[in-house]
Nanobody, 123 residues
Framework: QLQLVESGGESVRAGGSLRLSCAAS????????MAWFRRRPGKEREGVAF??????YYSDSVKGRFTISQDSAKKLLYLQMNGLKPEDTAIYYC??????????????????WGQGTQVTVST
């Protein structure tokens, strides 16, 4: 069974950068479609970035600042976050084993989730 563990979240100043990692273990047959979601304080979970093969998709709020990438050989998923803003403060989750997603509004459902990693951006 696939398991996901995120890391890399920490507190940074606005304008700074972070790279989140998501390490997969167990059965990795469900890694063809993966994603990063986040839950900001007081808000619903939202899709941030999706990846399948060489195709990537981003929410409007992070487009141009965040980059999702995948190292399939190492079973790792990354989220490079540049130009961080206070509104990026959230718990970030990686997800795999897609049920469905809709890139038009960056929503989706996945069967496997990590435990989350906290990112805090201060002014």
């Amino acid at each position: 069974q696939l398991q996901l563990v995120e890391s890399g979240g920490e507190s940074v100043r606005a304008g700074g950068s972070l790279r989140l990692s998501c390490a997969a273990s167990g059965s990795t047959s469900s890694m063809d479609y993966m994603a990063w979601f986040r839950r900001r304080p007081g808000k619903e979970r939202e899709g941030v970035a999706f990846i399948t093969g060489g195709q990537t998709y981003y929410s409007d709020s992070v487009k141009g600042r965040f980059t999702i990438s995948q190292d399939s050989a190492k079973k790792l998923l990354y989220l490079q976050m540049n130009g961080l803003k206070p509104e990026d403060t959230a718990i970030y989750y990686c997800a795999a084993d897609r049920r469905w997603w809709r890139v038009s509004d960056m929503t989706g459902e996945f069967r496997v989730w990590g435990q989350g990693t906290q990112v805090t951006v201060s002014t």
